[in-house]
């Protein structure tokens, strides 16, 4: 796909996912952003900083906008939706906690693979994100189990920064984060959809 204008993140949007790191369910969804030059296509190489012990993979579906939303009510949202992508929003853990903002741990180069683009609106309530890594199944959920629906998250972000046509929103990681070591392959799967497949290896 084309490099996006943006993308923004939310956190802990999956309560099973806020529990497993000890975190509570946030009240307004939690954002954050993740730099365009962090992006790599399907097959190319997720590079692990040196200045990090542990790079998780993070599961997710990734909302490509079609129009321009400003302060935008959910359903004119869910209407200027272009496409979903598979997104993996790779995470340097132990930056993310030391550094106590995210920009660093989630903003290294590589650090957003995505996938192809399928084009349409599937149901937002119901797709399912599946990450394997070496084949074996590490994540599974669905957009049902969100704390934060798609159209509803979509218009809070709008009322904040305006949405153009070609950002990405990726709405957050289910359950089962995990680190990733040299040589892994790790899949995020939007089951029907899209996927995204990398290679893991030490930055060079
Ligand atoms: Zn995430």
Not at 151 to 177: C, F, K, N, R
Request: proline fraction near 7%; include cysteine; glycine fraction near 10%.
């Amino acid at each position: 796909m084309n490099r996006p204008g943006k993308i923004v993140c939310v956190g802990r949007n999956y309560r099973e996912h806020a529990k497993e790191l000890g975190n509570e369910v946030p009240s307004a969804p939690m954002l954050f952003l993740k730099p365009p030059s962090a992006v790599i296509a399907s097959g190319a190489v997720i590079e692990m900083p040196a200045a990090s012990q542990r790079v998780d993979y993070e599961g997710e579906v990734g909302i490509v906008i079609g129009a321009t939303l400003r302060r935008a009510t959910p359903a004119a949202c869910a209407a200027g939706i272009r496409g979903v992508v598979a997104l993996n929003d790779v995470t340097a853990r132990d930056l993310q906690k030391s550094d106590g903002q995210w920009t660093r741990g989630k903003g290294f180069d590589t650090f957003c693979p995505i996938g192809p683009e399928w084009a349409g609106v599937p149901p937002l309530d119901a797709i399912t994100v599946v990450t394997r890594v070496n084949g074996e199944e590490k994540q599974r959920g669905s957009t049902a189990e969100l704390v934060f629906a798609i159209p509803d998250l979509l218009s809070y972000i709008s009322h904040v920064m305006t949405l153009e046509p070609g950002d990405v929103v990726a709405t957050g990681t289910p359950a089962g984060v995990g680190p990733l070591k040299a040589g892994d392959v790790v899949e995020v799967e939007l089951e029907g959809y899209s996927l995204v497949r990398n290679t893991v290896d030490a930055q060079a």
